[in-house]
């Protein structure tokens, strides 16, 4: 099982499931990402059995602090 991180996960408030499930079956088959929030912005992400390339769109979405 691959798990890659980027930003900073600890430190959020909030997390929320961006892609997938966390559903043990469902993760293997399709993995998840998971965001984590503070003040309403996303600050670091965990990716949990996606390819590597999914790391970039969401390293994107850290990098500018999403808010939504």
């Known amino acids: 099982l691959r798990l ?3 930003g900073s996960p ?3 408030e909030e997390s929320e ?3 997938g499930s966390l559903c ?3 993760m293997r088959r399709q993995g998840a990402a998971v965001g984590y929030r503070r ?3 996303i600050i670091g992400v965990v990716l ?3 390819p590597v ?3 970039a769109h969401y390293r994107n979405l850290v990098d500018v ?3 939504t």
């Open 4 to 6: 890659q991180s980027y």
């Open 10 to 12: 600890s430190l959020g």
């Open 17 to 19: 499931v961006l892609e």
């Open 24 to 26: 043990p079956d469902d």
């Open 39 to 41: 003040a309403g912005r």
């Open 48 to 50: 949990i059995g996606l």
């Open 53 to 55: 390339g999914r790391l």
């Open 65 to 67: 602090g999403r808010e």
